[in-house]
């Protein structure tokens, strides 16, 4: 199998950034086969950054793991302590469990320059964030100005009690909200970063966390006014967080980008664009040149997942069934019912650039009304620069 990536090698050249989709949250194989693409980058690339669809607080640990900082010896019970909050499943599963054994024994021969990190860059963890940064700032620097404004920002959000629903309503009301304080915390920060800096990335780390404590208050208050809205501040701070990423690794920053197809494939070449859409893969293609972004999609035909019904509630295996007619999974699947691997040139991009619709499912999905709500309209040659397709999947296997 991992022979069989070699055209996609060849393809993706000298790009420094790699973009591997999913179509859902919950299926082995694009989990696996990530895993073994990001293999190969890291050792035959020198590709030395993953960048994944999770929360900072929680993929530190991972980093910290792989890394040897961590205080943790089993990497399992590290992944379970580590992701506690839905859903949980999406990092703490036994494919992750594989892939962090891997990186973890990879990094024990390595240099402190060429170790790979792992990261979160999603937005959700606004409390966590800021706990990390208090607790941070209470060990290092408990008498500086920066802890002052992590505790004063920690003071406007505690009457939400950890609730971002009920923090973006009243948000309605309040014409400030907790805006202020948390822009004073990132600004004071970024002044006086080099006074954080040390052997185990924490600079970053507190850099980062204050970086989502104030995206994540301009996200939850997006959230009640515009769900496209919101979106667009979710993928622009996850790419922000990209940067930032990359800006500390130095000039010759080399990254992998884990995250679902609808973020890492550019939303101009769907529907996503008539609604006022950003995601991801644009605008890392608008931020770099050409030839320096590849993004891979991923498409399954049938199979089984891990999803719920409802946000919130208790996963279960989901049948996935036969990809929808017309769809570009049920192409595919009509072309021959085997495995295949796409990749786009200026030769053959006109044979694949018509509006189709191209499954993606979530972490809350009902089969029972996928032919209604789960089919994005793609012109998959533009929307990506390579597309695997897997005849037949399976669910990921959560760390119960």
């Given at each position: 199998m991992n022979e069989d990536f070699n055209p996609l090698l060849e393809a993706i050249g000298e790009a420094k950034i790699v973009l591997l989709g999913e179509a859902s949250h919950g299926t082995s194989e694009f989990y696996k086969v990530r895993a073994e693409i990001s293999k190969r980058l890291i050792k035959e690339k020198g590709f030395t950054l993953i960048a994944v669809e999770g929360d900072w607080p929680s993929t530190q640990q991972i980093n910290r793991f792989v890394k040897g900082y961590s205080k943790h010896s089993n990497v399992k019970e590290m992944l379970q302590s580590?992701?506690?909050?839905?859903?949980?499943?999406?990092?703490?599963?036994?494919?992750?469990?594989?892939?962090?054994?891997w990186l973890r024994t990879y990094n024990d021969n390595k240099v402190k320059e060429d170790k790979v990190g792992f990261y979160g860059i999603d937005v959700y963890s606004l409390w966590e964030s800021l706990d990390e940064v208090i607790r941070y700032l209470k060990e290092t620097d408990p008498n500086g100005v920066e802890l002052q404004f992590a505790q004063r920002a920690f003071s406007c959000f505690e009457p939400f009690n950890r609730h971002p629903e009920t923090y973006a309503l009243s948000t309605l009301d309040i014409s400030e909200a907790c805006i202020e304080?948390?822009?004073?915390?990132?600004?004071?920060?970024?002044?006086?970063?080099?006074?954080?800096?040390?052997?185990?990335?924490?600079?970053?780390?507190?850099?980062?966390?204050?970086?989502?404590?104030?995206?994540?208050?301009?996200?939850?208050?997006?959230?009640?006014?515009?769900?496209?809205?919101?979106?667009?501040?979710?993928?622009?701070?996850?790419?922000?967080?990209?940067?930032e990423i990359m800006d500390y690794d130095g000039k010759n920053a080399k990254i992998i980008i884990w995250e679902h197809n609808t973020h890492i494939g550019d939303a101009s070449a769907t529907d996503m664009k008539d609604a006022g859409m950003l995601n991801v893969g644009q605008i890392l293609r608008l931020q770099n040149r050409k030839d320096n972004v590849f993004a891979v999609g991923f498409g399954t035909y049938s199979g089984t997942v891990i999803a719920a019904d409802e946000w919130g509630i208790p996963y279960k295996k989901e049948k996935v069934p036969p990809a929808r007619k017309d769809s570009w999974e049920d192409v595919l699947h009509e072309a021959g019912a085997e495995d295949k691997m796409l990749i786009f040139n200026e030769e053959n991009r006109y044979l694949f650039n018509q509006w189709i619709g191209h499954r993606a499912i979530g972490v809350v999905y009902n089969p029972a009304f996928e032919a209604y709500g789960n089919y994005v309209p793609s012109k998959i040659s533009e929307r990506y620069n390579a597309f695997i397709y897997l005849e037949h999947t399976q669910a990921l296997r959560p760390l119960d």
């Open positions: 580590a992701f506690e909050r839905w859903p949980a499943w999406m990092w703490a599963n036994e494919e992750i469990t594989e892939f962090t054994a304080e948390v822009s004073k915390l990132i600004k004071s920060i970024r002044a006086h970063e080099d006074n954080f800096k040390d052997e185990e990335e924490n600079d970053l780390n507190l850099k980062i966390n204050a970086m989502v404590a104030q995206n994540a208050e301009e996200y939850y208050r997006a959230m009640v006014r515009s769900d496209n809205l919101s979106w667009n501040v979710r993928d622009e701070h996850m790419v922000e967080a990209i940067n």
